[in-house]
């Protein structure tokens, strides 16, 4: 990725330009004002379904395929997700720390509700740097007081933490911005270009070669390429909340007071100005103070300040709730309900299908009664049901096993419903799980045939000429994108026509708006995908269907058939 060499607007906007990075906390304060607190990972990844349509790149479209199968958060941001290292949950740090002023504490849990639903690992741990940083922003503006804060949320020996050493180390012995972006890239560099550990790294850079000009923060950043609208857009937030009146009017008059989102956002009632969206901001974080008990808070406010509406809090504020990557949060009330998946996800034909149901108590009260498991009748349960008897604050595990008859189709969503009865209250709450797809294999070179069960969209191929036979139905005839990435070299065949090949060690971004992708038209029926590799050693394949238009989005209406 090219270094850049700007130092203003290029060209200059005559208002401002949507971005996600925007959109997405413009939504999740609607959310918030909407559902009340907590701030909630189960009420945020309402985004997926209701706002956001027609055009979700990378991480948000895993979110959204997971969310479409029932797979809820935190599990959603690690299953089938190639980009849980991307910039999607970094990019939405600053809603957490305006809501969270001066408590980076409190800013990275509510941030951390966020970002797990479309991230795991780095991902994650990208949003509570920032968030950190920026919350402590409020009442501290040395910058390396700052970063010394932020790095207190990462863990050990994760590559983000060591890759800010490295840059923090760098920037000492050779002050050369650029230089130091050269080493960054020589030790950290990955096929994909929003990874948070390049783009925080040059955050961090930014940050460090800056002098505490805001031109010159801004500037470096986007000048050290890679996801640069999120890097710059990063700094300059920051140097917003030290010092707003340090940045000059030729920066903020061109881009106006508008609040301006992108076409895709749907169902929003967004403020029209980014006064109006501050005021609102202002309002939720007195109620966010007071809830979570913040040790911050404000000491005089206008009393002519705008007040809005916003439901009164469901429940006191608990303990923050664990983060399990095997696992998804159901509900939280009137039990908290999760749900532990086994390692796999998807259902493995012959394998170990376990789920475990997680109950919690986290009110004052006994909670007792029992709960039954309802399924399809293709789907076999064992037990279908169990009593449980919870004092306050006290939890309990449950597991059962599912196995399913061998049906022609493999579904993309298995629903599960639990049914309760809870101190004689009936209720119930839901989860899915997928099939595993079947690939039916061919070693071209000795004839053996065998069937391979792959529980997401990338799959191991082994070293020599093998035919990977997968069959499929499309609910409507209609063009579609296929993704065909990997390391892997292969040939791609639709309905026995040869459709695209791709050579061994290209650039692996499992998008349907980026890496290797082919537009198809598969039949409304059945339909047979041949892909044929001829590998001197084992590599990784990932096929995946996605719709036309945009950056697309994952189809949950291609079915796998036998």
Avoid at 46 to 66: F, I, K, M, Q, R
Avoid at 112 to 133: K, M, N, P, Y
Avoid at 463 to 475: D, H, W
Wanted: proline share 5%; charged share 25%; hydrophobic share 40%.
């Amino acid at each position: 990725v090219q270094v850049n060499n700007v130092t203003y607007y290029d060209p200059v906007p005559n208002e401002m330009v949507p971005n996600d990075d925007l959109d997405l906390q413009v939504t999740f304060l609607e959310i918030l004002m909407r559902e009340g607190l907590p701030v909630s990972r189960l009420k945020l990844g309402d985004l997926w379904n209701l706002y956001n349509s027609g055009s979700l790149p990378d991480e948000y479209g895993v979110a959204n395929a997971n969310y479409r199968k029932m797979i809820y958060a935190p599990l959603s941001g690690v299953y089938n997700n190639a980009f849980h290292s991307g910039m999607g949950a970094a990019i939405r740090s600053e809603l957490w720390a305006c809501l969270a002023p001066g408590d980076p504490e409190l800013a990275v849990r509510i941030a951390t509700e966020d970002a797990c639903v479309d991230h795991s690992g780095d991902g994650i741990s990208a949003i509570r740097f920032l968030a950190a940083i920026e919350s402590a922003a409020f009442a501290e503006n040395d910058l390396n007081k700052l970063i010394e804060t932020g790095m207190r949320y990462l863990p050990e020996g994760e590559r983000m933490k060591n890759a800010f050493k490295d840059t923090i180390a760098w920037w000492n012995e050779t002050e050369d911005y650029i230089r130091v972006r050269e080493k960054i890239l020589e030790k950290y560099s990955v096929e994909n270009w929003t990874d948070v550990t390049i783009n925080l790294s040059f955050i961090l850079l930014a940050l460090l070669s800056c002098e505490n000009s805001f031109d010159k923060a801004i500037c470096h950043a986007v000048n050290m390429g890679h996801d640069a609208d999120c890097t710059g857009a990063t700094v300059g937030a920051l140097f917003g909340i030290m010092n707003p009146d340090g940045i000059g009017e030729r920066w903020t008059r061109p881009i106006g007071n508008s609040l301006v989102l992108s076409c895709n956002m749907t169902n929003m009632a967004a403020s029209a100005s980014i006064d109006d969206f501050c005021d609102e901001i202002a309002f939720c974080c007195e109620k966010i103070q007071e809830y979570y008990h913040s040790a911050v808070s404000f000491e005089s406010l206008p009393a002519d300040r705008k007040q809005y509406a916003m439901p009164e809090p469901r429940a006191a504020a608990s303990d923050d709730i664990p983060y399990e990557q095997s696992e998804a949060l159901i509900t939280d009330e009137p039990l908290e309900v999760r749900v532990i998946y086994p390692e796999a996800v998807a259902y493995m034909p012959g394998g170990e299908n376990k789920f475990t149901v997680h109950l919690i108590n986290n009110g004052d009260k006994p909670m007792s009664g029992s709960f039954s498991i309802g399924t399809s009748q293709n789907v076999i349960c064992e037990p279908r049901g169990f009593s449980y008897s919870l004092k306050p604050y006290e939890e309990e595990k449950f597991t059962f096993s599912v196995e399913k008859p061998l049906c022609r189709v493999r579904i993309n969503v298995n629903k599960v419903v639990l049914a309760f009865i809870t101190n004689g209250l009936k209720w119930s709450c839901s989860f899915g799980f997928p099939d595993a797809r079947v690939y039916h294999v061919e070693n071209l070179d000795t004839g053996e045939k065998y069937d391979v069960n792959v529980p997401g969209s990338a799959f191991t191929v082994p070293a020599g000429r093998y035919r990977y036979t997968l069959n499929f139905k499309l609910a409507a005839m209609r063009e579609i994108r296929l993704s065909h990435n990997g390391k892997a070299r292969m040939t791609v065949y639709l309905n026995g026509e040869r459709i695209t090949e791709r050579e061994a060690d290209m650039k692996y971004v499992p998008a349907f708006h980026r890496g290797s992708v082919t537009k198809v038209t598969p039949k409304r029926e059945h339909n047979v995908l041949e892909i044929e590799f001829n590998n001197d050693r084992e590599r990784e394949a990932f096929i995946e269907f996605g719709s036309v238009g945009d950056c697309g989005i994952w189809l949950t209406d291609v079915e796998c058939e036998k």
